[in-house]
């Protein structure tokens, strides 16, 4: 009989047969920066997140450098929000000011922008409206306007969340274009129509202002459909392809490393994380197993990246 307990005796050998483990590089931390000064408002539905005014920044900055994670994502929500989301291109915008601050202050922090109109949009959805429809191609050269913007300002990586069609070929060719083609975009491929993104609408302000956003993000159940979302991306030119969000889609996320030879990104989604934070303030879980298994999960199933608000505990409790 083959004793399998064997290779589970103790700590010692269990530490030399993992066979996934964690290292807080693999971490991406999300950022919100809104407009104003002196502001660090705490978001309500996800404790220990907060908005932060650019002037306030240094406080979360320090810690992202402290942990040595791998890198954050940034949110920028304005103050003036308009039909064309005129401020998530704007050369002076909030996201535009945070960037440069931080690449003048923090260097060594690697920066993704979020591409989507979502937060700069005064009906709150991901691209141009006519009457209640979306519109696909009207959008493209928006995304572009916006990701050429934050990377000029000094973004490393160009994140479009929005899943307007298209997208990543537009994004590609204008950031060559304009000179940036060693810049990356991670392409959120597979963004499920999920309702574990309630409490980050309420970080970013970005709750549309009516419908729903089904008629361009995922039915939740269609895996298949996500495999093509993907494989199109990367024609299209994505260096990184992610799945969202995390622990419902964790399939859809072994079947893509699985079939694509291409980094993974996975995100582990403000419901997902809101979750966690209300069942450990009950004392019903232990907060600090839950949320390494569960990250330990998410690179299990294939993911190079995780974008998580638990970043940075995760990073603390991993150095203890």
Sequence with gaps: MYRFRRLRRDERIRSLMQETRLHPKDFIYPIF??????????????????????????????????????????????????????????????????????KQN???IYIVVDVCLCEYTSHGHCGMVCGEEILNDETLPYLVK?????????????APSDMMDGRVAAIREGLDQAGFIQTPIMAYSAKFASAYYGPFRDAAQSAPGFGDRKSYQM????????????RADIEEGADIVMVKPALAYLDVLKEAAMTFDMPLAVYNVSGEYAMVKAAAAKGWIDERKIVLENLTAMKRAGARIIITYHALDAARWMAD
């Design 33 to 102: 920066v809104i407009e104003g000064q002196n502001c660090k408002n705490p978001v309500e539905s996800m404790p220990g997140i907060f908005q932060y005014s650019i002037d306030r920044l240094d406080e979360i900055l320090e810690q992202v450098q402290a942990a040595d994670i791998g890198g954050i994502m940034l949110f920028g929500i304005p103050d003036h929000k308009d039909p064309e989301g005129s401020q998530a291109y704007a050369k002076d915008g909030v996201t535009q000011r945070a960037v440069r601050y931080i």
């Design 106 to 108: 923090y260097p060594q």
């Design 146 to 158: 916006m990701a050429v913007s934050l990377v000029e300002a000094g973004a490393d990586m160009a």
């Design 219 to 230: 039915d939740c159940a269609n895996g298949q459909e996500a495999l093509r979302e993907i």
